[in-house]
């Protein structure tokens, strides 16, 4: 699966947990799309579901102290990397 597949993918995950899908764009960061903790949980797990991967436990506890270091595009390259990986 190539990048482009990958990150409509997350796009599309992420799309059915927001209400207000303008707030979806490349350089969006979790913090930026005001996401609660249960529904940052439900998206990691969906795409865990989606791409069948585990998020290692190192990265989800980042996501959750800093998401506003994490960019849907990061999120994008993290799957690939953990894809190759498995």
Request: charged content about 35%; hydrophobic content about 45%; cysteine-free.
């Amino acid at each position: 699966m190539e990048r482009p597949d990958i990150q409509q993918r997350v796009y599309d995950t992420l799309g059915v947990i927001l209400v207000d899908k303008t707030e979806i764009r490349e350089d969006a960061t979790l913090k930026d799309l005001a996401l609660e903790d249960f529904e940052i949980e439900d998206f990691l797990d969906q795409l865990e579901f989606e791409f069948d991967i585990i998020f290692p436990t190192r990265i989800k506890d980042r996501i959750y102290k800093v998401p506003e270091h994490l960019t849907l595009q990061i999120l994008v390259d993290v799957i690939l990397v953990l894809r190759e990986i498995e």
